[in-house]
């Protein structure tokens, strides 16, 4: 099928928000402009390839200058930034290295596609804060997944802060 982060963060949130859970204000007004990171990531939407849907370190096995890629059980049809920059948004990485990366990985890249990228990652962001979110509401290791929301939460907005501070008003 067809992976929309956007779609599924906001049906998740809607879920959660229904069932009471309460998120800070700061993570509802980020929600509430949805609208906003839609238009910012819709090239990337719009462009629908085959995804590894879980593009993570421990997915990705380097042997002897050879990559492969394993565990497959979230891949799906998705935006073409999406696998990319979950990838990376758990590295310290500047706009100028994510531009190159798209730039030597994308031919004919340009500048508005690494401004696309940077929002792609925010969208990756929101929706591991609300997968954290749903394993804590289910009860799922929920004193580990208290500190990882802190920590996902934390790094999200200093994205957001970076990116588009006005994701935030």
């Known amino acids: 099928g067809e992976f929309r982060p956007l779609d599924l ?3 998740k949130y809607s879920e959660l928000k229904s069932s009471g859970v309460q998120f800070p204000d700061q993570f509802d007004k980020l929600l509430s402009n949805i609208g906003t990171l839609r238009r910012h990531t819709s090239q990337n939407e719009q462009n629908i390839f085959p995804a590894h849907g879980d593009l993570a370190f421990p997915n990705v096995l380097v042997s002897d ?8 059980e ?3 049809m998705s935006g ?3 696998d990319l ?3 990376v ?5 500047e706009k100028e290295v994510l531009s190159r990366l798209i730039v030597d990985l994308i031919p004919g890249a340009k500048d508005d596609l690494t401004r696309e990228a940077e929002h792609v990652m925010i ?3 929101i929706w591991m804060v ?3 979110y749903i394993q804590i509401a289910i009860g799922d290791n929920v004193e580990e997944n208290l500190v990882q929301l802190k920590k996902y939460t934390s790094r999200l907005y200093a994205l957001v802060d970076k990116v588009n501070p006005s994701l935030m008003k």
């Open 9 to 11: 963060i906001e049906s």
């Open 65 to 72: 200058g050879q990559v492969l890629l394993i565990d497959f």
């Open 123 to 125: 969208v990756a962001g």
């Open 74 to 76: 979230c891949s799906a």
């Open 130 to 132: 609300l997968r954290l």
């Open 89 to 93: 948004r758990h590295l310290p990485i």
């Open 85 to 87: 920059c979950k990838y």
């Open 80 to 82: 073409f930034l999406y």
